[in-house]
Every structure is written in structure tokens, then in C-alpha cells.
């Protein structure tokens, strides 16, 4: 980001129609939480509701928001079902593949606290929290299309209040 | 064929090794073979013509307390439509058992959830590794004695 440090703050003014006037900042954020491209990783039940959430009566690609098989591609880790021992050592590596600015969404109970195994799982990770930051949590077991879109609006809402060229 | 017929054959062939079935309890009737026969038994069970036991429903492990381990076979036969239960019980300190997946290719992973699990170890097994926990998890995990770990790789297991 560091082109992005030597824009001008200053802004040329138009007075004839068709030309819209913003700011860097408003124009970068609009297209990030427009185009959220996220990760096809549904580990257990939750990925059903992920799966119905994207097809055709949630819909999400209405909102830009679709599948990509590669870490490198994607903005959003949704980390959806059960985070095992096992697959969180990989789940670390692939937060780290993952290019700035990353986000992390936690669907469903077992993401955020480790859900109904809290108790006596000994091979759950309680929280994906755990091992990489989380953004957005999504309570719910399985959470409902409604709400894993109302996770997605609440993305939308912090992306649209940062500053990529000022550090925050 | 019920449980009595197939042990008088069983006991006519292998003369010892394989216990009276056991048919008070309130589950299947099951019969307790040793350990270094079960693969001979088991060969004979799936190719006699009486018997045709072609199908390994299931292959478990089991606990019992009091330093025993256990091995439980569940076979069904599609052509005869009947089914047995075997046992095969094992000390705590020496858990081998001989593989029956030669015979059943379905006790291939079985033995492996087995071995992972509660630790009974497969003799002439041809890949015998942790099914279901990493690679380098320490413990055997349904056991009656096993303590959950503080910390794996890092990060905090318990809540």
C-alpha cells in the first residue's frame, strides 16, 4: 500500500455532469466490501448453511461475494464448522498465505468457542479465535442464511469505515 | 446357523482356543477367541461353506477397566443371512493382536481407528497409523485413563 501514501489529499472539482468526486479512501473501501471474495472452506455442518447461503434463495453473489478455492485469491477466511487439532495447524498456514487486508469471519458456535464440544472435546479447538484474529462472529448452530448475511453486512460496515492510507 | 452350531464346528477344527458363547447378557451372544488364533479362525469363518462370513460389519475397540483391552468383530454373511460376534481380549500391557485385514479389506481401517484410539496394536498390519488424531498426538485417546493434554502445538486445548 504505500503508493497509496503519496496521493495528494487535495481533489480536482468538476462542474459539468457525469464525473463523481471522492475521496481514495471512500472509492477503495466501496470496491473491497463490494467484491469480498471468500475461501471455500466448509469444515463440518456449517458449511451446509454456507452452501445454501450462496445459492439461489440467499444468493450470495448479489453482493460480490463468491467462492475462491486459493488462499492468494481471497479477502475473507470464513471459517465455517468445527475447528479440529488437526486442521488448525493448517488453517494457520493458510491465514498467512492469505495478501493484506485479510478478514476473518467465524460462523457458527463451534468457530467461536468450540460450540457444543466445549465440554469434552479433547481434539476441538475451543474458538478459532485461538490462533488467528477474528473480525466477525457469527453466533448460531448452524447459523441461519440470514444471519451468516447479516455477518457479511457487519464486514461491509467496519471495511467501509477503514483508512488504507492512514495506518489505524 | 445360531451360535451353539457354529462353536461345535469351531471347536471341532481348532479343538481350543475359543470359549463356550456367552448368551445371558442382554447383547448379541459373542464367543471370546485368543489372540494368536483369531486369524486362523477368522479364515476359516469366511471360506467354510457352512459359514460364509464374507462381510467385516465392524471391528471395535474396547476398555475395560480392570487393564484389559478388547477387540470386538461384528461378521454377517450375505449368502446365509446370518451373523456372529467374536471378542478377542488382550492385556493393558501387551496389546497385540494379528490383523484380519488379509481376510476382510474393510479391517484395514478399522484396525487403524482401532490403534489410534485405544492403542491395541495390529501385528502384520500393512499400514498402521493414526486414523483420526495428528500424526504426532501422544496418547490413545478413548481410553478410560487418559487425561486431555494442556497444550497441543501451541495452542490451549481445554476451554
Partial sequence: MGILNKLDTHIEQFESGNIIVTSADKLLNWSRLSSMWQMFFGLACCAIEMMATSASHYDLDRFGIIPRPSPRHIDILLVSGTVTLKMATRIKRLWEQMPEPKYCISMGSCANCGGPYWEHGYHVLKGVDRIIPVDVYIPGCPPRPEALLDGFLKLQEKIRTQSLAKKN | ?159
Fill in chain 2, 1 to 159: 446357523m445360531d451360535i451353539k452350531e457354529i462353536h461345535g464346528i469351531l471347536k471341532s477344527v481348532f479343538e481350543e482356543g475359543i470359549s463356550e458363547p456367552v448368551t445371558d447378557k442382554p447383547v448379541d451372544p459373542y464367543m471370546i477367541v485368543e489372540a494368536n488364533k483369531i486369524n486362523a479362525v477368522c479364515l476359516f469363518l469366511r471360506d467354510e461353506e457352512r459359514m460364509q462370513f464374507d462381510y467385516l460389519s465392524c471391528l471395535s475397540g474396547v476398555d475395560y477397566d480392570k487393564d484389559n483391552l478388547a477387540v470386538v468383530y461384528h461378521l454377517y454373511s450375505f449368502a446365509l443371512n446370518h451373523k456372529l460376534v467374536i471378542k478377542v481380549v488382550v492385556p493393558k500391557s501387551d496389546p497385540k493382536v494379528p490383523t484380519v485385514s488379509d481376510i476382510w479389506a474393510a479391517a484395514d481401517w478399522h484396525e487403524r481407528e482401532a490403534y489410534d484410539l485405544i492403542g491395541v496394536v495390529f501385528e502384520n498390519h500393512p499400514d498402521l497409523r493414526r486414523i483420526l488424531c495428528p500424526e504426532d498426538w501422544e496418547g490413545h485417546s478413548l481410553r478410560k485413563d487418559y487425561k486431555v493434554p494442556e497444550f497441543y502445538n501451541g495452542m490451549k486445548v481445554p476451554y
